[in-house]
């Protein structure tokens, strides 16, 4: 059966379905709901008559499935053409061999390779947007939106990487000590700001600390214990909101900080 039919027939069997769940429940038997029931099973029953039985619905349904099928063909074409530039870029490779880079020398010419791979990409991302673009009489904008997201975007981020692996990765023992320099460098500044955010947040618990001592006093001095515990919680909700932003930037730092060990480590491996 072809596209439409098939959604116009699953349309039909969804009001069927909720006409016997509404009529056979008290539970949803309520309000205007049998009215609606009913309403949705006579607007599904006018499009089976449209869709099957009148000329012109029957020409529509014809126009739809051939253009979902031309799209269908379409998404094939591109999908297969994304597939052949993928392995021709020959990215897989350059990123095995980049794992077993030791020597300034290996990185060099690796260097060489990668960027002609990344050219390879960007030449890639190219032919697809002239692809897609050239089916603009098909497919809507939102279709067009959502190939460049599933095939483009995948290439990008090939290229990204491969640009990011270059740019971490040292060719000679001056770009190495540079490197190690500026990393390091980074590296205080961030425990700088981490130990700012962390003196923040022990004085926004000191003042907490503080407050839930006098928590309760009411005129006079007088202890008020029902009064006290409302206090406290309304001082732990503001404890836990002001904390809040500064745990965040806190866990941000520190996954910084990590990441740039790591990057200390892999530039530190290299040698003449």
Not at 12 to 35: E, Q, R
Not at 94 to 120: C, H, K, P
Not at 142 to 170: C, G, R, Y
Request: hydrophobic share 40%.
């Amino acid at each position: 059966m072809p596209q439409l039919q098939i959604i116009i027939t699953g349309i039909f069997c969804a009001a069927i379905f909720t006409c016997w769940l509404v009529f056979s429940s008290s539970t949803f038997n309520i309000g205007i709901t049998p009215v609606i029931a009913i309403l949705f099973l006579l607007i599904s029953l006018g499009l089976i008559f449209w869709v099957f039985f009148s000329p012109g619905g029957k020409a529509f349904a014809r126009k739809y499935n051939k253009l979902q099928q031309q799209i269908s063909e379409v998404e094939s074409e591109i999908s297969l053409l994304a597939q052949t530039l993928l392995r021709e870029s020959n990215y897989t490779k350059v990123m095995l061999d980049f794992q077993g880079l030791y020597t300034f020398s290996e990185v060099s010419e690796w260097e060489n390779n990668a960027g002609i791979t990344i050219q390879r990409i960007m030449n890639s991302i190219q032919n697809l947007e002239t692809e897609i673009a050239s089916h603009k009489d098909i497919l809507n904008q939102w279709k067009i939106n959502e190939l460049q997201k599933k095939h483009i975007s995948v290439l990008e981020n090939m290229a990204e990487k491969l640009q990011e692996a270059i740019d971490f990765t040292p060719n000679s023992s001056k770009e190495q000590k540079a490197l190690l320099k500026e990393l390091r460098h980074q590296k205080k500044e961030l425990q700088l700001q981490k130990r700012e955010v962390t003196a923040n947040m022990k004085a926004i618990q000191a003042n907490a600390r503080s407050r839930n001592v006098y928590a309760g006093r009411g005129f006079l001095g007088i202890y008020n214990s029902k009064l006290a515990a409302y206090e406290r919680r309304r001082i732990r909700y503001q404890k836990e909101a002001d904390l809040n932003p500064s745990e965040d930037i806190k866990a941000a730092i520190e996954r910084q900080i990590m990441q740039i060990d790591k990057d200390i480590l892999w530039v530190e491996r290299f040698s003449e």
